[in-house]
């Protein structure tokens, strides 16, 4: 046994055991007479949540032992290095500072598809595997939709880490996961800048300011970052919760996608917002009623990214058209929803492949180009479609990696010809393989007198897609 951290809640050991490989942690509450409860809860907490964990965004939960006897947890233990080993080398390169964004927000869309909200998000919680993973760690102050909040029901202060703090945390609900989203803006702003964007406040009133007042843009403070990065940190940052990106799954792609973030006046900041814009919220946050909680279940549908798998060859026209009036209708049920339009520019083993259409367009450019006036009938707002052009030697493989790479929630595609009964080897791959729920959309029969369009909804377990 190695005893590797002494916090202010509980010690940190590395143990073995004969039959144990690799070595595990193991993390004891400090409990004293005197001491404040937080800490007893806290660990009450991470007991009940860990074991609900899996993936490896999370450390794997091995045993525990309760306060009837010795209270410990034994978790798995992760190799790797914390942010924090970063945090004395900012600023980094803004190409490094997305590379964790990514990693990040991907894991807590896993984090919070399985109902948990981290709520003390910060470099020194975040580990990063050998694999290039990043795994988040820590989960006293966590918040799983489906269990009882210890931290909640007995404790009348915010809880968290100072400088990490979202404001709907600060006005002591712990229901939104956006609060994630908020903190991991925070720790990029920190790392592209070397300044925390709202200091480090001790006082209550000093912690009150962020539930109005907004940063100084990261761009007055790092130059070299591009008008895109700041969008997005500035998007995280967003006082009001319903200002900031709706999911972290949205945030991931964004950062994997910069050449498609819209930009906005956050984009060309050079100063935080005046004293008027800082009062009307000031002003807001005082008088509106106070919103009742959601469930997570709830906020994950009502935000939703809907990929479309679209075939722009001209022999397909019609059923493209097909594929965008399902993914209209999909996309009207849920207001806060993505849509992400796809395709796949086949390209071969064997030979160079001709980088330009019949038009003498760049390939890559030109299906971008059409792709966005496929989906412009839609009446959606700009940020609210992104066009992805993937090229890959696989289709279907292409399609189910971007699917699971992007958290995608719900898949449109078209399957197959009218002409024939089957759907097509990739549409079959794609909804047996597919990570979400597939819908496939299809052409009648030319003999069908039955409405354009017919629609079939599977899990990705169902055995079949395009």
């Known amino acids: 046994m190695e005893r590797l951290h002494v916090g202010g809640m509980a010690h940190i050991w590395r143990v073995t055991r004969d039959d144990m490989s690799p070595p595990a ?5 400090i409990v004293q007479d005197g001491d404040d409860a937080t800490a007893i809860v806290s660990f009450e907490m991470e007991q009940m949540i860990l074991p609900l964990l899996s993936g490896p965004h999370a450390p794997k939960f091995i045993a525990s032992g309760d306060f009837s006897k010795k209270p410990y947890i034994v978790m798995e233990w992760v190799e790797g290095a914390s942010l924090l080993d970063r945090v004395d080398d900012a600023p980094l390169p803004a190409s490094q500072v997305v590379e964790i964004g990514i990693g990040v927000a991907r894991a807590l869309t896993d984090l919070h598809r399985q109902n948990v909200i981290h709520l003390d998000l910060k470099p020194s919680n975040i580990m990063r595997r050998p694999d290039g993973e990043f795994t988040l760690i820590d989960f006293g102050l966590s918040r799983h939709d489906l269990l009882p909040d210890l931290l909640a029901e007995e404790f009348r202060v915010p ?88 999911t972290a799954a949205q945030l991931a792609l964004d950062l994997a996608n910069p050449g498609q973030i819209r930009l906005t006046g956050r984009a060309e900041k050079s100063r935080a917002d005046s004293w008027l814009t800082a009062r009307r919220r000031w002003w807001r946050q005082k008088f509106e009623p106070t919103r009742f909680s959601r469930s997570m279940a709830s906020r994950r549908a009502s935000a939703p990214i809907v990929m479309a798998a679209i075939d722009l060859a001209a022999e397909n026209a019609a059923l493209a058209e097909v594929v965008r009036d399902t993914a209209g209708r999909v996309m009207k049920t849920a207001p806060g929803a993505r849509l992400a339009c796809v395709t796949v520019i086949k390209t071969s083993r064997l030979r160079i492949d001709n980088p330009q259409d019949e038009q003498g367009r760049n390939l890559h450019v030109g299906r971008l180009v059409d792709m966005r006036a496929w989906a412009s009938g839609l009446g959606l707002r700009p940020e609210q479609v992104t066009a992805h052009a993937l090229e890959a030697t696989d289709p279907a493989a292409a399609l189910i990696d971007f699917a699971r790479e992007n958290h995608v929630d719900q898949l449109v595609i078209g399957a197959g010809s009218p002409r024939r009964r089957d759907i097509g080897p990739v549409a079959a791959r794609i909804a047996a393989q597919a990570p979400c729920t597939v819908t496939l959309v299809r052409l009648p029969r030319p003999t069908d007198p039955a409405p354009l369009g017919e629609e079939i909804e599977t899990e990705p377990d169902a055995g079949f897609g395009i």
């Open 25 to 29: 942690i193991l993390k004891a509450p």
């Open 159 to 246: 809880i968290g880490t100072g400088p990490y703090l979202s404001p709907e945390q600060i006005a002591r609900d712990r229901s939104d996961p956006r609060s994630d989203i908020f903190a991991l803006g925070v720790v990029l702003y920190y790392l592209l800048t070397g300044v925390r964007p709202f200091g480090y406040p001790r006082k209550k009133a000093a912690l009150a300011r962020r539930l109005w007042r907004d940063p100084e843009p990261p761009r007055s403070l790092n130059p070299d970052c591009p008008p895109w990065l700041q969008e997005a940190i500035l998007h995280c940052l967003e006082p009001e919760a319903d200002q900031r990106y709706s």
